[in-house]
Structure formats: C-alpha cells, structure tokens
C-alpha cells in the first residue's frame, strides 16, 4: 500500500478526526447483533490513545435521507464501544455545531467522542463543502478507517481531507484500512498461483467490472449463486423457476464469449439442488445444470459442483470468494456455501492466503463461524468489489502518499 498510515505521522497531543464504518445491524429491539465492525476499528483506536491524543470518531447509520430518525442514532454503537475502549467515551445530538465544538473543546488526552449519525445531514452524501469544513474544523488529522465507505465520495470521506490538505493537516490511513488495501491488493498485483476466484450472490451485472478485471488475472473463476442461472439461460438452458435478473442473461452471454475468446478458464456449476418453493420445508432434488425443471426453482449449487469446486479451491494459493452459493440463510439451502467456506478454510490451512470480499460472503462465512479460518475477511462489500474492479476509491485516492 503507497498509503500513509497513523504510524507514519507524529499524532502525540493532537485531535484525530477518524471516519469509522460503524453500520452494524440492529435486531427490532435495538440490540447490535454483530460487532465485527466496532472490533476491527479497536486497535487503530488503541493506538491513537497510546499517542496521547483525543479521538473524534465520524459514522453513518442506515439510510435516514438526511433527517433525524430517532431508531438511527448512534447510541448503541457508543454503549458497545465503551466496552471495549479504555479511557472515556462520549456522545453528542448532533454531528456538528455548537455542542460538538464545546465537547470537542472539552477532550482530554485518550478520550473517545462519537458525533451523531452523519447522514441526519443530506449534506453528507452530498459531500457539501460547509458540512466538510464544520467537521474538518474538529480535527488536526484526518484518519480514515472506513473502507466499507472508501467508494463514496462523501463529505467525511473526501470532502474533509480535500478542506484538511488545503491547511496543510495530513490525512492517512487507519490500521483497518491500511489491511484492507494490503490484504486487496495483493490480490491484483502479485498473487500467489493458482489464483481462484469464487462469484456468487443474485446479479451478474453487480459483478461484471469484477469478472472482467479478474478473468485475465485469475487461473480459474468459479460462478455460483443465482446468478449462475443467468448463465444457463445464456446457455439456452431450462431454468424453471429460478429467481435471476432476466436482463443479465446477455451479460452472462457476453462475459461467456470472452472466456471462450480469450481463452479463460470460468467454471459454471454442473448440477443443482432445485426446490419446490423458498422455505425450510421444501421439497429438494438434485438434477444436472443443464435440466433445471420447469415447475422448479434453483436454490443451491449440487454435490457434483461442491465437490469440483472444492478440489479447485483446495489446490490454490491464493483465493477470493465474494457472493454466496445459494440461499444460505434457508437450512435447506445452505449446504453449498457451507462447503465453500470450509474448502476456503482447508486452503488456508495448506498455505493460501483466502479473502472473503465483504457482503453476504462475509456474513455467511461469520453465521456459520468459519470467519476465522479465513486470511483476511473484509469489512467492506460494495468497496471491495469497486477495488476488485480496478476502479479508484474516493475515499483511498484523497489520502497522502507515502
């Protein structure tokens, strides 16, 4: 990574604006069913503390359409962090204004604040230069640990680095971001041979900028998911009832020819597991890829393909997975991605290093407790892809060269 990072500037003494990705789901009482997010950002925090500095932390929650919606604020996010943070952790109604700059003023050396969920503004995600120079006016650094909000061009992503450049304050990676790029880019400049990459999840067109940048790069690209059924009707295959974009059937098509053209080797499944309806009391069967019945509908990549896939995964160095097999979150479905993950693990153990590219891959390889068994698992989907893409993140791009 070309990245500065906190452990390339002098932080002893000043105020740390730090953008965090703290949008972790909540169930219907407004309990945090998954902290990963809040873990993975501790030891950046831990450092800035030993630095004797004070800790502005900046996050979105879910989409409020920049109003207030009291069932977003950021107060179960600031209970969960108290727990792991040593020092003081407090909290603010707002992002900005008057009773920010006042307890910004307040801060001792190791304390923690949390400003109120940024996107109460709509000024946030419309990177408003008012809204960045408020909040860059809190800091003497800028940090950011976000990468799942790397891709956006966002007032506390860019907008704020952009207003800190301009007086000459740096503005450098957290310890989670650094690991992201590391972990990614490896990924795109020297992987280790053989190079698998694992495409799974609904829509083809989501992925075709992936498929395209890794297709030359990778020794074999394994498609699963419902979005392999886009390909079986590219194919002129039956699908039956099997839930897929129709529009990504010419994509699927596309993407097909280039393989063949380019003499790429992308591996479709060979059989699947069909159900009678979407529920924990299907009836299921297996049948060949190529003769999905009418009346069916495909939930899960079949046996044949699990173990084909696993063979594959199993002898690589290096290995990517993003996007799940089959309707995981379904018990009846959830056998193929279950394989999936642990062939990863088993990789992993013979030697590779294995990256889960954040989204539903991350959250079923966390379900299904096998996360750890992965080298690097991301916290960022839709950033992860975008890199994957070759495309350049906003919130990556406005950081200083090392």
């Not at 699947?272 to 990549?301: N, S």
């Not at 173990?307 to 995981?328: C, H, Q």
């Not at 999936?340 to 891959?361: F, K, M, P, Y």
Request: aromatic content about 6%.
């Amino acid at each position: 990574m070309n990245k500065k990072t906190i452990e390339d500037i002098d932080l002893r003494g000043k105020r740390v604006l730090m953008r965090v990705d703290y949008n972790v789901p909540l169930d219907e009482n407004g309990n945090i069913t998954d902290d990963a997010r809040i873990r993975e950002t501790l030891p950046t925090i831990a450092y800035i503390q030993s630095q004797e500095a004070t800790l502005i932390l900046m996050a979105h929650f879910g989409r409020p359409k920049g109003q207030v919606v009291e069932s977003m604020r950021l107060a179960p996010v600031a209970q969960r962090l108290a727990e792991f943070v040593d020092g003081n952790v407090t909290t603010v109604s707002d992002s900005v204004g008057p009773e920010v700059e006042a307890a910004v003023k307040d801060l001792r050396s190791g304390d923690v604040l949390l400003l109120e969920n940024l996107r109460f503004h709509a000024e946030e995600e419309a990177n408003d230069a008012d809204f960045a120079r408020q909040l860059a006016g809190y800091g003497d650094v800028y940090v950011n640990d976000a990468f799942g909000a790397a891709h956006r061009a966002h007032a506390s992503t860019e907008g704020v680095a952009r207003i800190m450049h301009e007086r000459g304050a740096p503005c450098v990676a957290g310890l989670l971001m650094a690991r992201e790029l590391d972990f990614l880019g490896q990924l795109l400049t020297a992987p280790a041979r053989p190079f698998v990459a694992i495409l799974g999840g609904v829509k083809v067109s989501d992925k075709i900028g992936v498929i395209e940048n890794l297709l030359p790069k990778v020794d074999t690209l394994l498609i699963g998911g419902a979005m392999s059924y886009a390909f079986a009707e590219a194919k002129g295959y039956e699908v039956g009832e099997s839930y897929f974009k129709a529009e990504d059937a010419p994509v699927a098509a596309r993407l097909l020819s280039l393989a063949q053209s380019g003499g790429y080797n992308m591996r479709v499944p060979v059989d699947i597991l069909v159900a009678d309806r979407d529920a924990e009391d299907a009836q299921t069967t297996v049948v060949p890829f190529d003769a999905i019945p009418a009346d069916k509908m495909g939930m899960d990549i079949g046996p044949g393909t699990i173990a084909d896939y696993s063979t594959i995964i199993e002898n690589a160095k290096t290995v990517l997975w993003n996007g799940p097999m089959g309707r995981f979150e379904v018990t009846p479905f959830a056998n193929g991605t279950r394989s999936i993950a642990q062939a990863v693990g088993r990789a992993t153990t013979n030697g590779a290093l294995t990256v889960i590219g954040g989204g539903d891959s991350a959250a079923a390889v966390k379900q299904m407790g096998l996360d750890s068994q992965m080298s690097h698992v991301s916290t960022g989907g839709g950033a992860s892809l975008e890199f994957l893409e070759g495309q350049e993140l906003p919130g990556v791009a406005i950081l200083d060269d090392k």
